[in-house]
């Protein structure tokens, strides 16, 4: 079964300040693919990180980068330099690159930036 | 990318009626999926919306609550049957383009009193 898991359900950050969002996931899919995403309190879900699971790299998206840790099968994101307007929820999630394509979600983790 | 509109952005519903949500693309797009978001909660899918054929829902949403129509590869709508507060969500259309990135509208905000 696939699955994503985010055990943090609320983080705070200093204003400035680096902090990691955690993933982990499972899948039996040799190939698939990795994303974040942010939602602010309006509801849209806004793309800001892609990982394929052949990617040699970690993903870097200005101040936003993936840690890609195969073998632990963990997806963390790391946002450098915290601002308030990153106050949000971030979902992590999957899609195999086989069958129905279909991405699933983790349960999603809200980050507080405090000033 | 891709520029995805949705309409309503938000709406206030009586328990029994129907609302369609539009969810319109700005280019041609061959999955186009709906989810539903209940407060305090993550994304669940309802359906993946087919050009030409019937939707394919996941398990536990139905055709006749949750009627889905694709006329064409930019344009799809959602409609919540009968409604009650339970159906009280964020509805969001998102399009992907086989092994791209999904990309999402900017929801509908549904209440039903």
């Known amino acids: 079964a696939q699955k994503i898991t985010q055990t943090q359900p609320g983080m705070f950050v200093q204003e400035k300040e680096a902090v990691t969002l955690d993933c982990t996931y499972d899948?039996?899919?040799?190939?698939?693919?990795l994303f974040w995403y942010k939602q602010p309190s309006s509801g849209e879900m806004i793309f800001l990180i892609y990982?394929?699971?052949?990617?040699?790299q970690n993903a870097t998206e200005g101040r936003y980068s993936l840690n890609f840790q195969k073998a632990r099968k963990s997806a963390n994101l790391v946002i450098s330099a915290s601002q308030l307007g990153d106050s949000a929820m971030y979902f992590c999630?999957?899609?195999?690159?086989?069958?129905?394509?279909?991405?699933?979600f983790g349960a999603g983790t809200r980050l507080f930036v405090k000033a | 990318s891709a520029v995805i509109s949705q309409k309503p952005s938000r709406d206030i519903c009586q328990r029994g009626t129907s609302l369609t949500i539009q969810c319109q693309v700005d280019?041609?797009?061959?999955?186009m999926f709906w989810y539903r978001q209940q407060p305090g909660q993550s994304l669940t899918l309802i359906a993946t919306?087919?050009?030409?054929?019937?939707?394919?829902?996941e398990s536990g949403f139905v055709i006749d609550k949750f009627p889905i129509s694709r006329p064409n590869l930019t344009f799809s709508t959602l409609t919540v049957s009968n409604m009650s507060p339970e159906d009280s969500s964020i509805y969001l259309c998102?399009?992907?383009?086989?092994?791209?990135?999904?990309?999402f509208g900017p929801g509908t905000r549904l209440t039903v009193l």
């Open positions: 899948t039996s899919d040799p190939s698939y693919g």
């Open positions: 919306a087919n050009q030409g054929s019937e939707a394919t829902y």
């Open positions: 280019s041609q797009v061959t999955m």
């Open positions: 998102s399009v992907q383009r086989l092994t791209d990135t999904q990309y």
């Open positions: 990982q394929g699971s052949y990617d040699q």
């Open positions: 999630a999957m899609r195999p690159n086989t069958g129905g394509f279909k991405t699933i």
